[in-house]
């Protein structure tokens, strides 16, 4: 194969969350030159390969029900000299997709993996909220017990980015609403697609929209985070000499109370020193 990889190994390559025309030249000459596409669904590929008027060579599945018994099919085929392209219905591999195994297989094995990046829902959703864009979390698709939903949900330092489905998205906002019902939340639903929606309201008025209008599609939901929690400077100089007594060191210590007290790390630090 001439491109991306002159010998064997594995391509991983993003495609469209939803718009056909958002894929980059990059991945359609991978698509075209590649000697095997490994497929989440081939039905799925099919459509993006016709829009662009691709004949791929070969085209197999490559789901979670097959994924390890095909890593080793496939990567027998690499060893010989095949370039494998892999593709999941949407965005890229292995983020909340198959593919892990394959790639760890194909590096264990020290053959070469290129990644070739392009649309993602993730970003597009962080983006497209409105919140702090420069630290946040992906936590994949959100867990289903409640114990599990709090823990996620509660107090996150960071902008919060999960996925969701349509059918469980009024509970989950019922849920974040009872815990923190002012919470700023974005549900972005059919990114790129013909009737993407982004609504931005407070945990609780999105509860409420939610619980008498079910959501249709794929939902990205992005949580602002959470504010700094507010209390009096000596608490938070108590704080950090307790951490300072128990070993921390004095300067990363007061960073971490700043971060959860909202009291300056500087103002803990010289405090700490005015008592020494």
């Known amino acids: 194969m001439k491109g991306e990889l002159a010998g064997g190994g594995l391509l991983v390559c993003a495609t469209p969350i939803g718009n056909l025309e958002d894929v980059t030249l990059r991945v359609l000459g991978a698509l075209r030159e590649a000697d095997i596409l490994a497929c989440e669904d081939t039905r799925h590929t099919r459509v993006l390969l016709e829009r662009h008027q691709i004949h791929a060579r070969e085209l197999v599945s490559f789901h979670e029900h097959n994924e390890r018994a095909r890593t080793a099919q496939l990567l027998e085929r690499m060893r010989s000299g095949a370039v494998v392209a892999l593709v999941s219905d949407a965005g890229t591999p292995l983020i909340s997709d198959p593919g892990y195994e394959l790639v760890r297989a194909a590096l264990d094995a020290q053959l070469e993996v290129r990644v070739l990046p392009g649309p993602s829902s993730v970003t597009a959703a ?35 980015v999960a996925l969701e489905s349509p ?60 504010p700094a929690a507010s209390r009096e400077p000596a608490d938070a100089l108590a704080a950090l000499r307790a951490l300072v007594d128990a070993g921390a060191r004095p300067r990363p210590a007061a960073g971490v109370l700043a971060k959860l007290t909202g009291v300056s790390a500087n103002e803990l630090y010289d405090g700490l020193l005015g008592e020494s």
């Open 167 to 226: 059918r469980r998205l009024a509970q989950t906002l019922l849920v974040l609403s009872e815990l923190e019902p002012s919470r700023q939340v974005a549900v972005c639903r059919e990114l790129t697609k013909l009737h993407e929606e982004v609504r931005r309201a407070t945990a609780a008025q999105l509860a409420a929209h939610y619980r008498e209008h079910t959501p249709r599609g794929e939902v990205v939901l992005v949580i602002a985070q959470a």
């Open 126 to 160: 962080l983006v497209a909220s409105g919140h702090t864009a420069q630290s946040f979390c992906f936590a994949g698709f959100l867990p289903r017990k409640r114990a599990e939903l709090e823990r996620v949900l509660a107090s996150s330092p960071q902008t919060l």
